[in-house]
């Protein structure tokens, strides 16, 4: 009879051993989402924006002359979970034009309409390795292989947008953007006008992508279109909601809105993590190991996929056209909430 009520005594020992074990290990393997609690959240965006508001470095772009203008010191960090939550430090209610950033959507929408081999197709996928307004990255891939992040392959994506006219072309590429932030956006005018007086570049891109066939629209059009939707305005508080909704796999976490399908989603952050940041993508996914996009009004993006989205708006960008507050307030966040996706716990 001892003996009996020993080995039961040894095995509910061992049970309890085990269950314990089962929990540690479970909660090991969670350890970096349990980061991510408002405490957590909320310091590590209100160090970083103290840490770096004083930051000189950088200044504003200037080939679009209205650019040259924008507040320096407006500095804003957003973060938005995939639940929802909106942390936010800083200035979050300035506006800057999306530039580059809208880029993203752009390519979103037309992955979202015509699929994501049509993207490969029509326009190519791969990073150009070359500035990303460059003229001699077309000629030399003979219009093929350009990429939606880059001016070229953006400015063919607007083109590639359903819509009869250019006006409706416009409507449905500010209506994404729109959903994405989830609010209605608007057009920055003096932005868009200084920057359409001053587009031969872009108006050049359009042409030889046409000469190739590569150009799905007029050219003169698409690159309008093009050139109004990097003059839309937004907040960081709108950046760090579209990111979200990214993260979210394309359904807006604060509005609850379907923007795009998952699948769109995961053909477009591949993209971003080649061809985020300009010449420096490599560099920055090195650090940062997040897909991200950046514009040069300021603007910067990041995604950590399931997770949380972020924006920050800050105008001085470093040589390669990034804004050195909003990498250096990103990469802060990520280290310090643990979100790097290849920041592993070994079993
Ligand atoms: N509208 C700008 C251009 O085409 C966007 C550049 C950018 O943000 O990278 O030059």
């Not at 507040?71 to 939550?85: C, E, K, M, S």
């Not at 279109?225 to 979200?244: E, L, R, W």
């Not at 769109?264 to 993590?273: A, E, F, H, I, Q």
Request: proline content about 5%; aromatic content about 6%.
């Amino acid at each position: 009879m001892k003996t009996h009520s020993n080995k039961m005594r040894v095995c509910t020992a061992l049970a309890v051993l085990l269950l314990i074990f089962a929990i540690s290990a479970a909660a090991l393997a969670q350890a970096p989402d349990k980061m991510l609690t408002k405490a957590n959240i909320e310091a590590a965006i209100n160090e970083a924006y103290t840490k770096f508001k004083d930051v000189k470095e950088g200044e504003n772009a200037s080939y679009i002359k209205e650019l040259a203008t924008v507040d320096p010191n407006i500095f804003g960090i957003a973060l938005v979970t995939t639940d929802g939550q909106v942390y936010t430090a800083g200035d979050i209610r300035s506006m800057v034009s999306i530039q580059s950033v809208s880029k993203v959507f752009t390519m979103a929408k037309v992955i979202e309409e015509q699929g994501h081999q049509a993207v490969m197709d029509k326009i190519g996928v791969d990073a150009t390795g070359e500035v990303f307004n460059s003229i001699t990255a077309i000629e030399r891939m003979r219009g093929k292989e350009i990429n939606p992040l880059v001016n070229p392959g953006a400015i063919a994506s607007t083109s590639l947008v359903a819509g009869a006219d250019s006006s409706a072309k416009w409507k449905s590429i500010l209506q994404v953007h729109s959903d994405f932030a989830g609010r209605p956006l608007a057009l920055n005018m003096p932005v868009y006008i200084s920057e359409a007086g001053d587009n031969l570049r872009n108006q050049a891109i359009a042409h030889l992508l046409l000469a190739y066939g590569r150009m799905y629209f007029d050219p003169v059009q698409a690159t309008d279109i093009y050139t109004k939707q990097c003059a839309i305005n937004v907040s960081a508080k709108d950046a760090g909601i579209m990111a979200a909704t990214l993260a979210n796999g394309g359904v807006n976490p604060v509005t609850k809105k379907k923007v795009v399908s998952p699948e769109t989603v995961m053909y477009t952050l591949p993209v971003m993590s080649t061809a985020g940041l300009y010449d420096d993508s490599g560099i920055w996914f090195y650090n940062a190991g997040v897909p991200a996009k950046s514009g040069v009004g300021g603007c910067l993006i990041a995604v950590v996929p399931g997770k949380f989205g972020i924006g920050v708006v800050s105008p001085p960008l470093d040589k390669a056209g990034n804004s050195v507050k909003g990498q250096l307030a990103i990469k802060y966040v990520i280290e310090k909430l643990k979100a790097n996706p290849y920041w592993i716990q070994p079993k």
